[in-house]
């Protein structure tokens, strides 16, 4: 079973709306959390990274919320713009060096 | 500064044939990860090296091997191709003692027929 869950699996917005992305995870222990956007046939990208004492961070138009206790996390996008379109990756990092644990990601696709 | 590359770009193989991608890290990463990404999938982890060495890997057969050289640039190579192999390989450095951010490469896109 994958340690980290994302939903919605995909989603439709116009553009200017904005939308909240969602991670669930049981990686534990836990280190930090990460989102990455991946633009089609492009690598990923880091928005932003969430450590066990932070609640929020803040990245432009991209807000993301931890919450260690119940082990969610959300990516809220505000006035979505059409280069928003990618697969947002929620990544988790235990104490296992180098096997994070990857989410199977949103994909996100926003029309004028 | 540049960033993670990788070669070649595309690379169409036939099944039983072998396939071998390139990757040269950041700059002062130690570490080079391996992923694989079938089409509509996930990230799934391959391969870690760091220092020339392998660290870690993931839940792929033996016919998925790679290496490090002395640069800390790396090689995957996958023997015996099959169609399910068709993906596009990712590959990320980092710095060893903070790894928490992947910088990855463009990807190689693997075809095999």
Same mark, same amino acid.
């Given at each position: ?20 992305? +969602? ?57 979505? +713009? ?25 994909? !996100? !696709?926003?029309?004028? | ?7 070649? #770009? ?9 396939? #071998? ?18 089409? $509509?999938?996930?990230?799934? /982890? ?13 839940? /792929?057969?033996?016919?998925?091997? $790679? ?32 790894? $928490? ?13």
């Amino acid at each position: 079973k994958n340690q980290v869950e994302q939903s919605p699996q995909s989603l439709i917005i116009l553009e200017g709306k904005n939308c909240t992305l +969602q991670c669930n995870y049981t990686v534990s222990p836990f280190s930090n959390l990460r989102w990455y956007k991946q633009d089609t046939g492009r690598g990923p990208v880091s928005l932003t990274i969430m450590t066990f004492s932070e609640n929020t961070k803040s990245n432009g138009r991209y807000t993301a919320t931890l919450d260690a206790d119940t082990k969610q996390s959300s990516l809220h996008i505000t006035a979505s +713009q059409l280069s928003d379109s990618a697969s947002y990756i929620c990544v988790v990092r235990g104490d296992s060096w180098g096997k994070l644990q990857f989410g199977a990601g949103t994909q !996100v !696709v926003v029309t004028p | 500064e540049a960033g993670v590359t990788q070669s070649p #770009t595309h690379l169409i193989k036939t099944r039983g044939q072998q396939a #071998t991608l390139r990757c040269s890290p950041i700059s002062g990463h130690t570490s080079v990860y391996w992923y694989q990404q079938a089409l $509509g999938l996930g990230l799934q /982890f391959l391969l870690w090296y760091d220092e020339g060495e392998e660290r870690n890997r993931g839940n /792929f057969p033996p016919r998925f091997s $790679g290496r490090q050289f002395p640069n800390y640039s790396s090689e995957l190579n996958v023997n015996a191709l099959e169609l399910e192999d068709s993906a596009l390989y990712l590959c990320a450095s980092s710095f060893y003692v903070e790894p $928490g951010e992947l910088f990855f490469g463009e990807g190689s896109r693997l075809t095999v027929l």
